[in-house]
């Protein structure tokens, strides 16, 4: 089958519509499709390369240094689009995000007649730090950028969410395509619990005190990531025997490294910067509890990596997350944005280390049931689907029943 799949960001990005892209563009070129990428370029300027079986397409685009140093702007993307489906004839489009490249691939398509998909990684609190002449318009704001969204995705012939949260929030604000929940996968073979693993050569690598209890954040150093509660939470925590470790780079790392030598935790948190991917499931390996105090988390791939690992969580009881970690099952749940809470919680996790064997467990358990190659199977199958449906007839390509957690989103342990 030829796949084009389009989006704003790709490998080497690691932020989770990133990775979840690369994963499967990756995965369905190793189960032998002809997949093309195309995202607006990094670089600026227009090229194309083929990687790990994947053809991607850069297109011409500026920086949005203005609103984050990472983000780029294809501002007029339909000529290039049009000469890439002249020239691949995809079978399926599928979208990652509702931003310019989405947005006109998404009409061209519908214009072709082609079969449409998207996977919605968005939620408002991804974009409003951004927009910080505009905050103060609240719900309005809110309610504007949701519109903005289903305004391209209402176009789509079927849409996917990362987990049943994510799919029923989608329904509730207006989506009127059908919506199928469908986990965004985790390698369950590179991410696991290693028992071989030189704990202490990768916590001195990494700077991490050697007897401490260790937890780990890893993703976007972004506002929405609340990361100022963690370090809010150690200052509840008048102790010495745990250290926070924040693997990743974002806007707001210059902010929270501030926050942490005013308030005396320049010793019990340590800011990593980029961990290269290959290091990653090493890290996992030697650290004792994995943090995640967003509250704007649809899935969290960083998770699941860390539960595959077998690590326990530390996470807000936010969104999607409590989908993943179960409340004294296979991690803690704090309220959301409460330091108070997030340091109870943290200090029971401290002091009770004969339980994180069975917290370990549970949390692989747990991540098993979201295997990459059962998510690439079902997309392998929605996307025939399309197909077949857009054969029969003009009506919208997904008929009878609305996809749904009924049935479509049963994912048995691989």
């Not at 691949?88 to 995000?97: A, F, L, T, Y």
């Amino acid at each position: 089958m030829r796949i084009l799949i389009g989006g704003q960001t790709y490998a080497p990005a690691r932020n989770g519509q990133a990775v979840f892209t690369t994963h499967l563009a990756e995965g369905l070129a190793r189960r032998g499709h002809q997949v093309h990428v195309v995202l607006p370029s990094e670089h600026l300027r227009p090229y194309t390369v083929e990687h790990h079986g994947v053809t991607v397409h850069h297109l011409w685009a500026i920086p949005l240094t203005a609103f984050h140093p990472h983000a780029f702007l294809s501002p007029a993307p339909g000529g290039p689009l049009r000469h890439l489906l002249e020239e691949i004839r995809p079978q399926v489009i599928h979208v990652q995000d509702h931003y310019s490249l989405g947005q006109a691939l998404v009409r061209l398509a519908q214009e072709r007649g082609m079969p449409r998909i998207g996977t919605n990684h968005f939620v408002p609190a991804n974009l409003a730090p951004y927009f910080r002449g505009l905050n103060r318009l609240g719900a309005l704001l809110e309610h504007m950028l949701w519109q903005w969204m289903l305004g391209v995705f209402n176009r789509l012939d079927l849409v996917t969410a990362p987990s049943r949260t994510a799919a029923t929030l989608l329904r509730l604000q207006g989506c009127q395509v059908p919506v199928v929940p469908l986990s965004c996968g985790v390698d369950c073979g590179r991410f696991r619990p290693d028992p071989d693993v030189d704990r202490g050569f990768w916590r001195r690598r990494y700077g991490l005190a050697p007897q401490r209890t260790v937890f780990l954040f890893v993703g976007r150093v972004d506002p929405e990531k609340r990361l100022d509660v963690l370090l809010s939470a150690l200052t509840r925590l008048p102790r010495e025997d745990l250290q926070l470790a924040i693997a990743g780079q974002g806007t707001d790392q210059e902010r929270l490294q501030e926050l942490a030598r005013r308030w005396g935790l320049a010793d019990r948190v340590r800011f990593l910067g980029f961990v290269p991917d290959k290091e990653l499931p090493a890290l996992l390996n030697s650290v004792d509890i994995f943090a995640m105090p967003s509250t704007a988390e649809l899935l969290s791939i960083a998770t699941l990596e860390a539960m595959a690992c077998g690590r326990p969580v530390l996470a807000a009881r936010a969104l999607a997350l409590p989908e993943l970690v179960q409340h004294r099952i296979n991690g803690r749940l704090f309220r959301p944005n409460d330091p108070d809470d997030a340091a109870a919680q943290m200090a029971w996790l401290t002091e009770h280390p004969e339980e994180w064997p069975r917290l370990s467990r549970a949390a692989r358990t747990v991540a098993e049931a979201h295997c990459l190659e059962h998510t690439l199977q079902r997309y392998e199958a929605l996307y025939h689907q399309l197909c077949a449906a857009r054969l029969r007839g003009p009506s919208r390509a997904v008929t009878g029943p609305r996809p749904g957690p009924t049935h479509l989103d049963r994912a048995p342990r691989c």
